[in-house]
């Protein structure tokens, strides 16, 4: 699958219709934005069972806002609609294929259980 476009339109429904979603947040200007962008879509084209999306910060200031966009490149994975992963910096493809199976491997019991002690 190719990488959608995420804007504030759709973002929500991405994140909540998704079984698991990535999230590359990137600008035209960024040079490691344009380093990872080769590796990010080698990945959305190798796992056709993941969603993969991108936002430019650029075009989309208010939602870069809203998830707390520090630095660019930064990825994010959603799993089940939860955040899972948050990490500035672009990845090597090797790590980002040990980020992609960890997510998959999640327990996600576990994590709701964790999230409510958390927040009990």
């Given at each position: 699958?190719?990488t959608?476009e995420?804007?504030?339109?759709?973002?929500?429904?991405?994140?909540?219709?998704?079984?698991?979603?990535?999230?590359d947040?990137?600008?035209?200007?960024?040079?490691p934005?344009r380093?990872?962008a080769?590796?990010?879509?080698?990945?959305?084209?190798?796992?056709?069972?993941?969603?993969?999306?991108?936002?430019?910060?650029?075009?989309?200031?208010e939602?870069a806002?809203?998830?707390?966009?520090?630095?660019?490149?930064?990825?994010?994975a959603?799993r089940?609609?939860i955040?899972?992963?948050?990490?500035?910096?672009?990845?090597?493809?090797?790590a980002?294929?040990?980020?992609?199976?960890?997510?998959?491997?999640?327990?996600?019991?576990?994590?709701?259980?964790?999230i409510a002690?958390?927040q009990?």
């Amino acid at each position: 699958m190719a990488t959608i476009e995420l804007t504030s339109d759709n973002f929500e429904a991405s994140v909540q219709e998704s079984d698991i979603l990535f999230v590359d947040f990137w600008a035209s200007w960024c040079g490691p934005c344009r380093q990872f962008a080769p590796t990010y879509e080698a990945a959305s084209e190798a796992h056709p069972d993941i969603t993969f999306g991108s936002v430019n910060t650029e075009e989309q200031q208010e939602l870069a806002s809203a998830a707390e966009i520090t630095s660019i490149p930064t990825l994010m994975a959603f799993r089940d609609g939860i955040l899972v992963f948050a990490q500035p910096g672009a990845l090597p493809p090797a790590a980002f294929d040990k980020v992609i199976a960890g997510v998959q491997g999640l327990d996600m019991d576990d994590v709701r259980r964790q999230i409510a002690e958390q927040q009990g």
